[in-house]
């Protein structure tokens, strides 16, 4: 009997650990999208970098919401890439530019999915470029789904974008760059 309510005692120790670990993830999830994906705006028709980034800064509460200076300062830049956020340290937070490579068959598909998931795991998101009408638009992805995919955001204007699907997208592309960023201790 004795044995049984301890074998017990772990069970319910560790079902309250799975579930409180669960419970953060959804909840970080509704933060992110809730208070800074609904709360930001895209300002100008080029300016998807910046404003993935501002989205980043948001979400660690480093600027206000109402902060858009790297898109105003970027407007419509035509010729901007992740490169111009490359060891570019943003209020305390340094963003780190990976995957420049050739977008083909021997892209490292996996290695750039994995990277992902360890920031993701890091409790941190990451900026990814995905093809779009006539180009290119940046995400933050915030999260894998149970499936193992990626969920990320976006906005257009006012206009949100989600993606549920970003691993189908990123390899019928044949890969992408992300923008990644350390953040200092206790943030």
């Excluded at 105003?72 to 340290?89: C, P, V």
């Excluded at 409790?123 to 638009?137: D, M, Q, T």
Aim: with cysteine; aromatic share 12%.
């Amino acid at each position: 009997m004795k044995k049984m309510l301890s074998i017990l005692a772990v069970f319910i120790n560790t079902s309250i650990v799975f579930h409180s670990k669960a419970q953060t993830q959804k909840d970080d999830d509704f933060e992110f999208f809730d208070t800074v994906v609904n709360n930001h705006n895209q300002l100008f028709q080029m300016s998807c970098i910046p404003s993935a980034v501002e989205m980043i800064l948001k979400y660690h509460k480093v600027v206000d919401f109402d902060f858009y200076n790297l898109q105003n300062e970027w407007q419509n830049k035509a010729d901007g890439s992740f490169r111009d956020f490359n060891n570019r340290e943003l209020y305390g937070i340094t963003f780190s530019q990976n995957f420049v490579l050739p977008r083909n068959a021997t892209f490292p598909i996996d290695s750039l999915f994995q990277t992902i998931e360890n920031e993701l795991k890091s409790e941190k998101k990451v900026i990814i470029s995905l093809p779009a009408e006539g180009g290119w638009h940046m995400f933050v992805i915030c999260r894998q789904t149970p499936d193992g995919d990626f969920v990320s955001y976006s906005k257009l204007g006012s206009h949100t974008l989600i993606l549920r699907n970003t691993k189908e997208i990123v390899k019928k592309s044949n890969g992408t760059e992300i923008l990644t960023y350390r953040t200092p201790p206790g943030m």
